[in-house]
């Protein structure tokens, strides 16, 4: 059974607008989460994370939102560039920063000109 | 550039093939990781290595054979392998807050 779950395996968004990608997670100990960008031909590089103390963290154009009563963590990227098309993976683990990365199966995104 | 390197990019091997997978990393790390992505499969964990010893192999066949000959060096040794095998593999690094380091990948394909 998934523990991290991406269910839009894609999603398309306008040059310029908001580009939110969702994840949700079963299991309650998880206490660390990241999201990983990957381009075709590369391997997945770090993006932003969060620990289950806090509820946003704010990079940039990039913040990550957790919602622990819901299981349930977002990207936000705003304003969207058509570089930040890629293959997006929302990873979470236990025992913070040091624990083993659970990854899901990653949201396609498009970011149209 | 992530400071991971890994060779080949692409392996194409027959099911009695005898092959080995290399990855390298610079960055000091003291955790290393192979994972292998299917396609349409969440990314999975194969082993770990901490200070060169193995802390977790997550039920892999034997057919799949780590080595970790040091802290910058990680092989990934491929013998007698199936079809289903073919996947990209992909080694990682941790930094010591936790973030993976990912190389590039060796697409493997098992004819």
């Known amino acids: 059974d998934q523990q991290v779950k991406q269910n839009s395996p894609s999603l398309s968004v306008q040059e310029g607008r908001i580009s939110i990608l969702n994840c949700d997670y079963t299991n309650s100990m998880f206490d660390y989460f990241l999201w990983y960008k990957k381009y075709p031909a590369e391997g997945p590089t770090f993006l932003i994370s969060i620990s289950s103390i806090k509820d946003k963290n704010e990079d940039g154009r990039f913040t990550v939102f957790l919602n622990k009563s819901a299981k349930h963590l977002s990207l936000h990227i705003v304003p969207s560039q058509p570089g930040d098309s890629a293959v997006y993976f929302c990873a979470a683990s236990v025992g913070g920063s040091q624990g083993n990365l659970i990854f899901g199966k990653g949201t396609k995104l498009s970011v149209k000109p | 550039e992530t400071g991971v390197t890994q060779t080949p990019r692409h392996l194409v091997m027959g099911m009695t093939n005898k092959k080995s997978l290399k990855c390298e990393q610079h960055?000091?790390?003291?955790?290393m990781y192979w994972y292998k992505q299917s396609a349409k499969k969440p990314l999975e964990l194969m082993f770990v290595y901490n200070f060169k010893e193995q802390t977790e192999n997550n039920s892999v066949p034997s057919r799949f054979s780590p080595e970790c000959p040091n802290s910058s060096h990680l092989f990934l040794h491929l013998h007698t392998l199936q079809p289903e095998d073919s996947a990209l593999y992909l080694c990682?690094?941790?930094?010591?807050?936790?973030?993976?380091?990912f190389g590039e990948g060796s697409r493997l394909t098992v004819l």
């Open positions: 960055l000091g790390h003291n955790a």
């Open positions: 990682a690094s941790s930094h010591p807050t936790g973030e993976l380091f």
